[in-house]
C-alpha cells in the first residue's frame, strides 16, 4: 500500500517508464503525490501513461549519451528542477559466455552500465542537494544465478559498483543513492528473445509463476524515496517468498 501524499511536491524522473518495474514506478510515485517525468524509447507507451498520470515524457536510448542529456534536461525544465531519479531502464539476455553472441554481451553492457552512466551524468547537475537516486540493479548484483545469466549478472554487479561510486560522488552534498536488487518480477523482461528459444521462455515462465509483481518492486522504491532525508537505504534486495535465493 502507497502512502497517498507521501511524495508530494517531488520532482521525478524514471527510466525504462514504458514497461515493468519503471511504469509500475512511475504509477506508484504520482499515486503518492510526485509530477513525474518518464524516459524510455517506446514515445507511444511513454505519452500514453504521461496523459494518465499527469507526467511528462521524453523519448530517448539511454546507450546515446547525448539524447539522454537532451531528455532529462527536457523533463528537468517541465517539472522545475529534480528531486528524484529511478533508473530502472535495463535488458537481459541469457547465454553461456562459450556460446552466447558477443553482440549480445555489448547490449547488455551498454543499456545497463553505459546507459547507467549516461543517465547520472545527464541528471546529477540537476538533483536538488538532499535528493534520492534508486537504481533498479537485481539479485543477480549480488550473486551469480547460473552459467546462462553471467553477463547480465556481470552488468548488474558493474551497476553496484556505480551506485557505490554515485554515493561517493554527490553523498557529500546529500544525494542518497539506493540500489534496489529484486528477483524474479513477472515483467516483458526478454519477450523477443523468449519467443525465439525454449531455454529463455521456460526462464521466463519462472519469472511469471514465482516472481513479484512490478507493483512491489514499486512499493519498495516509494518507500524509499517517501524516507526523511537524514535516512539513505544503502541497498535493498527483495525477491518473492517462492524464490528467497
Ligand atoms: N523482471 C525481472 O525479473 C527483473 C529482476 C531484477 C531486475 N530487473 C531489472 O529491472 C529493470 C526493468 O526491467 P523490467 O523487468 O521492468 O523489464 P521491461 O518491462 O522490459 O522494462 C525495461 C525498460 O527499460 C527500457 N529500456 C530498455 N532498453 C532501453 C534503452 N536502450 N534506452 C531506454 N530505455 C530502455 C524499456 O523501454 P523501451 O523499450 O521503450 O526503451 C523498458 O521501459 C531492468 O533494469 C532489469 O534488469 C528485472
Redesign the pocket.
Known amino acids: 500500500m502507497i502512502a497517498v501524499g507521501a511524495l508530494d511536491g517531488r520532482r521525478v524522473v524514471v ?9 509500475a514506478t512511475a504509477r506508484a510515485a504520482a499515486a503518492a503525490g510526485a509530477r513525474v517525468g518518464l524516459l ?3 514515445a507511444d ?1 511513454l505519452e500514453a501513461l504521461a496523459g494518465e498520470i499527469g507526467g511528462e515524457a521524453a523519448a ?4 546515446d549519451a547525448d539524447a539522454v542529456t537532451g531528455a532529462v534536461d527536457r523533463l528537468a525544465a517541465a517539472l522545475g528542477g529534480l528531486d528524484a531519479v529511478v533508473a ?5 539476455h541469457l547465454g553461456a559466455v562459450g556460446e552466447a553472441d558477443p553482440g549480445l554481451w555489448r547490449e547488455v553492457f551498454d ?2 552500465v553505459h ?1 547507467l552512466l549516461a543517465t547520472a551524468r545527464a541528471t546529477l547537475p540537476h538533483l536538488t542537494d538532499g535528493a534520492s537516486w534508486v537504481t ?4 543477480s548484483g549480488r550473486r551469480v544465478p547460473s552459467a546462462a545469466g553471467g553477463v547480465y549478472a556481470a552488468s548488474k554487479h558493474a551497476a553496484h559498483a556505480v551506485d557505490e561510486t554515485l554515493r561517493r560522488e554527490a553523498g557529500p552534498r546529500g544525494v542518497r543513492v539506493t540500489t534496489v536488487a ?4 513477472a ?3 526478454m519477450a523477443a528473445d523468449a519467443a525465439a528459444r525454449e531455454d529463455v521462455a521456460a526462464f521466463r515462465e519462472r ?1 511469471h509463476v514465482e ?1 513479484l509483481a ?1 507493483e512491489h518492486v514499486a512499493a519498495a522504491v516509494v518507500h524509499v524515496l517517501g524516507l526523511p532525508p537524514e535516512v539513505c537505504v544503502v541497498e535493498y534486495a527483495l525477491t518473492s517468498t517462492a524464490q528467497q535465493r
Do not use: C, Q, Y
Open positions: 527510466t525504462g517508464a514504458s514497461s515493468g518495474i519503471g511504469e524510455a524509447r517506446r507507451r530517448a536510448d539511454v546507450t530502472a531502464a535495463g535488458t537481459m543499456v545497463n546507459g533498479v540493479s537485481s539479485m529484486p528477483g524474479f518480477v515483467t516483458d523482461l519469472m516472481g512490478p
